[in-house]
């Protein structure tokens, strides 16, 4: 049985254990959400010229860096960071997308 995530706001915490708990359910969450985001990324191929630019898609990179950067701002995230994060994780995707392009 997989841990619910948040079952208990970080407040309600009564160790660093809970504290952990919670942190590594949310990391779980976190990297299924990213193998179903690959997924996609797996699927976009099918809809795309097959060129280094059309995988690369640097327009669309650019806009979901901006859309990104938006949402931690949002969040009360560093955009910085975040847009770290989205670019090695477009880097790493778009490696995946070449690997099922050929």
């Not at 976009?44 to 995988?55: A, C, M, R, S």
């Not at 995230?77 to 477009?90: A, C, F, G, K, M």
């Amino acid at each position: 049985m997989t841990q619910e995530i948040n079952k208990k706001l970080p407040v309600e915490c009564s160790d660093i254990s809970e504290v952990r708990a919670e942190i590594d359910a949310i990391d779980k969450e976190i990297i299924r959400l990213l193998s179903t985001r690959l997924s996609y990324v797996r699927e976009v191929v099918k809809f795309k010229d097959g060129t280094p630019e059309g995988i690369e898609a640097p327009n669309r990179r650019n806009e979901v860096l901006e859309t990104r950067r938006q949402w931690a701002e949002e969040a009360g995230l560093n955009p910085s960071v975040i847009e770290d994060i989205y670019n090695r994780l477009i880097d790493y995707f778009i490696d995946e997308e070449k690997k099922n392009n050929k």
